[in-house]
Structure formats: C-alpha cells, structure tokens
C-alpha cells in the first residue's frame, strides 16, 4: 500500500517574529511562503499581487514597518481569537 505524504500547513503568522520590526515586504514574503505561491518573482502577476498587499499592509498598518508586538495582537485575532476593541479616539 503506497503511503501518502503528509501536508504541514503553513499560516502566515507563523513566520511573525517575537519582536523588532517587520517591514511590508517581509510580510509579502511570508504571505507568498505561506501560500505556497510558485509563480516566478519576476512574473508581472506576482509583481503586481505583491504591490497590493503591499499597500494593504501600509494602508492597515499605517507604515511600511511595524512593530513585531503590533503584529502579536493581530496573530490572535487571525487564529480564532476574540478580536481586541479598538480604543474610542476623544
């Protein structure tokens, strides 16, 4: 009887670091890993997905870099965790 192989799924927040700063780009680059996207880096298609998500982590985030603890709060709230409430701006 032939043996399957066994799949690992892999979710972005797994790459997220325990601190320091994590730049746009490195999160694209999780993101692509984390997907398991085989298309070329150079390929327009690629180019263009990676300048979306880009500019949805700096539209989210409001920077091209964040603090990895900023992205701790979000790794619960993407793994099933009660999402936090946003403080109310005075």
């Avoid at 692509?32 to 998500?53: N, V």
């Amino acid at each position: 009887m032939r043996q399957l192989a066994r799949r690992w799924f892999v979710h972005v927040t797994d790459f997220f670091p325990e601190r320091g700063r994590v730049t746009a780009e490195q999160f694209v680059d999780w993101l692509f890993m984390a997907e398991g996207d085989q298309r070329p880096m150079g390929s327009p298609s690629a180019m263009l997905m990676r300048e979306k998500i880009r500019n949805c982590f700096i539209g989210y985030m409001g920077s091209d870099y964040v603090n990895a603890r900023k992205l701790s709060d979000l790794r619960n709230n993407w793994r099933g965790g009660a999402p936090r409430p946003r403080p109310k701006r005075r």
